[in-house]
Structure formats: C-alpha cells, structure tokens
C-alpha cells in the first residue's frame, strides 16, 4: 500500500477512535492517551500522527462533516441526477440528526466540537468557518429553489436558510429520548412541507 | 440570617462560580476543586453543600433552569395579565438563545449537561424529565392557542411543539458568530408568525 494512503488511513483509524471516546465517555476523555488506548495502538504511535490533542480533534471533526457529506450523498443517488431540493435538504437534514449509529456519532462529535470551539480560538476558527460553508452550501439550494419556483418568491433565502438549520435543534430531543425518531422526521417534514408549499 | 436560607444561598453562590467555568473553560474543567477555587472558597466547604460532583452540576442546572424561567417571567410584566402566547413563546425562545450575558451562561450551562447526560444514567434521567417537563408546557401553550383559534385547527400541537422548541438549534450559528443576534431575532420572529398566521 502506497505510504500517502495508508498515513490517511491511520488517521482515519484514529478519528473514528476518538469519536468512540466522544460518544461513549464525552469529549473530556478524548486525550491522546484514551484515544491511543480505544485504537489498539500505542500513545506514540498517536503522536506520529498527530503533534497535538487539538490536531487530532480538528482533523476528528474534518472527518466526520465527511463522512456526514458521504452519507449525503449516498442517500441522494436513489433520486437520480437532478434530486428536488426538497429531498436534497430533507436527505440533509436527517443525516446531521441523531437518528441512526453513523449519524449519532458524527452528531455527537458535533456538538462536543462546538463547546470545544467555545475555549480554544483554533478550534472556533475551524468550526465557524466549517458551519459558514454548511450553511452557505443550504442558502445555495435555498436561493435555487426560490429561482426555480419552487419556493415562494417572498421568502428571504437567509431567514429560511436559519430555519432549516435550526431544526438540528431536535437534536437534545432525541439524544434524551423525549421525542421518537419518527416525531423528529415528521417535523422536518412539515417544515419543508410548508417551506415548498408554494411551488409553482 | 436564618440557616437554611443561608444554605440556599452558598449553594447558588457555586451554582455560579459552575456555570463560570463551564461558560468560560467547558465542564471538563467543573471539579469540585476548580470550581470551589472560582467561587473563592475551600474545597471542604464545597463538600459540604455538595456530596459529589453530579450533584452540583445537578443542582447548577436546575438553578440554571430556574434563573431562565424567572428572566422569562420579569420580560411577561410587560405584556400585562394575560400575554398573548406569541409573546409568551417568544419571550421563553429568546432567552434559551445566548442574546445576552446571563442567558449566554445558562444556555452553555444546558447544552454541556445535555452531553454530560449522555454518559452519566442520573443526570441522563434528570436532563431528560426537565426537558419533556419544558416541552410540555409549550406544548400547553400551543394547544390553548390552537382551542382559542390563536393557531389553525389544522396544526398538530405536538409537531408545533417540536418546531419550536427546536428553534434552540440556532445557538451554535450564534456562538461561533455564523450568523448576528437579530438574524436569529428574524427567525424566531418569522416561524412565530407563520404559526400565528391563521388566527381569528
């Protein structure tokens, strides 16, 4: 195996043993050590990889808006080449939710990343500039739509953009078990129901 | 001062000092020792308010969801005897979003303990029932609003319910400054009104 690809994959050995840790024991145990011991492999072995905690999380999180991508994208195939915005955004949406393994850990890795980013000027750096992109990617599908009828001309693309990014909010809901799963889709339905309602 | 009011009170004094540091250094760093050095007093006198850890942050987040509650009840004065259940909801979503000092420290407070639950089975149980007992009071509101054809007979008060309550999701936009306080003003503002949109 070429050295460049299997570097990358032992990151990624380590990424997905980091989000491990973060599920299961909180991010407050994603030390180089406990994440050393969770991959099976030995803490300087970790450092080869990664000089610093930090540079782990970060390429952690990289990894995993990846991964969320790659799910995306899979999902999207069944709608052929040219998918409604409305299944692109619904595909989206669902797959930043908690609702299977997959998504929980990349879910969980999330919102971890989040209050990390809180304390450490790096990490809101990356994580600004990573929600910025995500949520400039959703303003895109959202202006489309509204220029292909699709969306009321009298929505404003960025409050509507907020709106849709806002339903991550179920995310407690179901983490706690308050809401069933079903119930978290059937809200991110009607959203986009009403958001659509206006379709030419 | 009579005890048990004093007793009260120096346990909200370290309620404080919790949310400081989980507002300030994320609560990996909530130790009974860094907290009892935030609040300026000794690790012993923390003990003894607080057997454990859990049981401060416990007590943290319920003081936390208190505290929100009242802010919630001094912002409705305004509105006289009997709000009208748009302001009520808006007044209870704004100050779950971190638009201001002291509800910035509660909401980093409720989202920390959300992940704290994940991995701890009391406060799991005790995070899960404050939230399905704050969702059940929307809930309340949102059925006496669709009863007094405030809110279209068609909606279904749990999904509404659900949609509201996850408007709590434009936090990380705020906190790492993807989006402007008012924009977030904006979103709330317009989902309440489309709720609104179908009364009498």
Redesign the interface.
């Known amino acids: 195996m070429p050295k460049q690809v299997d570097h990358r994959e032992r990151r990624e050995t380590i990424a997905r043993a980091l989000w491990r840790v973060v599920?299961?024991?909180?991010?407050?145990h994603a030390s180089v050590r406990e994440v050393a011991q969770e991959a099976g492999i030995s803490h300087g072995a970790v450092q080869h990889y990664f000089a610093t905690r930090e540079e782990m999380l970060v390429f952690a999180m990289d990894f995993a808006s990846e991964q969320t991508a790659g799910r995306v994208a899979d999902s999207l195939r069944a709608f052929g080449d040219r998918p409604h915005p409305r299944d692109l955004l619904r595909v989206m949406l669902t797959e930043m939710l908690p609702l299977h393994p997959d998504a929980r850990a990349t879910s969980?890795m999330s919102?971890?990343y989040?209050?990390?980013?809180?304390?450490d000027a790096n990490i809101?750096t990356r994580?600004?500039d990573g929600?910025?992109h995500g949520?400039e990617l959703v303003e895109q599908i959202v202006r489309q739509a509204i220029a292909d009828g699709r969306i009321g001309a009298d929505r404003?693309p960025?409050?509507e953009t907020?709106?849709l990014?806002?339903?991550?909010?179920?995310?407690?809901?179901i983490?706690?078990?308050?809401?069933e799963p079903e119930?978290?889709l059937?809200?991110v339905d009607?959203?986009l129901e009403?958001l659509f309602s206006g379709e030419a």
Chains 1, 2 share one sequence.
């Open positions: 599920e299961q024991r909180g991010i407050a969980r919102a971890a989040v209050l990390e980013a809180l304390h809101h994580a600004r929600l910025t949520r404003d960025a409050t907020n709106l990014l806002a339903l991550t909010g179920l995310t407690p809901l983490e706690l078990g308050v809401i119930a978290a059937t809200a009607q959203h009403r």
